[in-house]
C-alpha cells in the first residue's frame, strides 16, 4: 500500500513537470497557444480581423457569378476553362503531395499567412470566381475559408464540396507541388 | 504459456515497445499543440478552458513515461500512470463511439476524423491497458 502511495506521488509529480515544461516550450513559440481554446472558426475570424484591421476591403459588383456550390462536372469543366482561382484549404502538406491542376494552397490552419502570400493575386480582383475545396464532402476547412474570404469582401466565391477525396476517387488529374 | 509471458526477455521487449509507443505518441504532438487540441474538443469531453492545458501537458507527460519506461526508472509507477492513461483514452474514445461522434484520435498527430480510426484506436487503448498492467505486475513482484 505504502508503495502505491509513492507511486502515485511520483506520477502526479511526473504530470505536474510534464505540465510546465509543455507551457515552458509553448512560451518560445512563434505564436504561443493560449490558455483558453479558440475553435477553427474564432481563430480565422481572428485572422480575418488582422488582415481587415490592417486595410479596408471594397467589393466591386462581381462579372460571372458563380453557384454557391459546383459539382464534380462543373467543377471539372471550371478546372479545364481556368477561368478562375481554384483555392486548396487543406493542410499545406497535403496540398505538395497532389492536388487539382492549378489549384494554389490556402490553408485554413494557416490562414494569415497563406492569404500574405497571395495578396497580390487575390486582390487584383475581389469579384474574380473563386472555387475552394478540401479534403472531402465531410470537412469543414473549404467553408470556413469561403466564408473569411466573404468577410474580407470577395464576392464570386464558391464551394467544391466533393472535395479531394471525390476528385481522385473519379480518376481525374492531378498536381503535386513542384 | 504464463511462463513466456513472464519470461525477462519477453517483459523486456514488452518495456521497451510500450515506452517507445508513448514517447513516439508524444513526440508527435509536443511539435503541433494546436492541432492536438483540435482532435481533443472533437471529442466534446473538456471544456474550452482546459483543451488548451491538456494539449500542451500531456505531449510532455506521456514522453516523460516513456523515457521512464524505456530506461527501467520507477518502470513500476510509469506503467501504472500509463495504465491509467490507457483507461481515459478508452473511455474517451468510448463515449464518443456511443455518441456516433466522428471524432480525430490525435493519439499520434493530427489526422482526418474517422469512425473505423476510432475503432481501431479503441482496440489499441485495451492492448496498451493490458500491456501496462501486465508490466506493473511483473515490475511488482520484483521482475523487469
Known amino acids: 500500500m505504502k508503495t502505491l502511495r509513492s507511486d502515485v506521488m511520483l506520477i502526479w509529480l511526473v504530470a505536474t513537470t510534464a505540465l510546465c515544461v509543455g507551457l515552458l516550450i509553448n512560451q518560445f513559440r512563434d505564436t504561443p497557444l493560449p490558455l483558453v481554446y479558440r475553435d477553427k472558426a474564432e481563430r480565422l475570424q481572428d485572422s480575418v480581423q488582422r488582415i481587415v484591421s490592417k486595410e479596408s476591403a471594397s467589393a466591386p459588383a462581381p462579372i460571372v457569378q458563380l453557384p454557391e456550390k459546383l459539382s464534380l462536372e462543373d467543377f471539372s469543366s471550371y478546372v479545364e476553362s481556368k477561368r478562375g482561382l481554384v483555392l486548396d484549404a487543406r493542410p499545406e502538406i497535403f496540398h505538395r503531395l497532389g492536388h487539382v491542376p492549378g489549384a494554389i494552397s490556402l490553408p485554413r490552419d494557416d490562414f494569415e499567412t497563406g492569404y500574405a502570400a497571395l495578396k497580390g493575386k487575390l486582390e487584383a480582383d475581389r469579384s474574380q470566381p473563386i472555387v475552394i475545396y478540401c479534403s472531402s464532402a465531410s470537412c469543414e476547412d473549404s467553408g470556413l475559408v469561403k466564408k473569411s474570404l466573404s468577410a474580407l469582401g470577395f464576392s464570386n466565391v464558391a464551394l467544391y464540396e466533393g472535395g479531394w477525396s471525390d476528385w481522385t476517387n473519379a480518376k481525374k488529374p492531378e498536381e503535386t507541388a513542384q | ?144
Open chain 2, 1 to 144: 504459456m504464463r511462463k513466456f509471458f513472464s519470461n525477462r526477455w519477453f517483459l523486456l521487449v514488452l518495456r521497451l515497445a510500450l515506452g517507445g509507443v508513448f514517447l513516439y505518441a508524444g513526440a508527435t504532438k509536443v511539435t503541433n499543440p494546436q492541432a492536438f487540441a483540435d482532435s481533443i474538443a472533437t471529442f466534446k469531453m473538456l471544456p474550452p478552458q482546459l483543451l488548451n492545458i491538456v494539449a500542451l501537458g500531456l505531449p510532455p507527460f506521456e514522453i516523460l513515461l516513456g523515457l521512464m519506461l524505456i530506461s527501467g526508472w520507477k518502470a513500476r509507477a510509469a506503467s501504472l500512470a500509463l495504465a491509467g492513461l490507457s483507461i481515459v483514452f478508452g473511455l474517451a474514445l468510448g463515449q464518443a463511439l456511443m455518441r456516433g461522434l466522428v471524432v480525430d484520435c490525435g493519439c499520434f498527430g493530427s489526422g482526418e476524423p474517422s469512425t473505423l480510426k476510432t475503432w481501431a484506436s479503441f482496440g489499441r487503448a485495451f492492448l496498451l491497458l493490458a500491456g501496462s498492467l501486465w508490466v506493473f505486475r511483473s515490475a511488482s513482484n520484483g521482475l523487469k
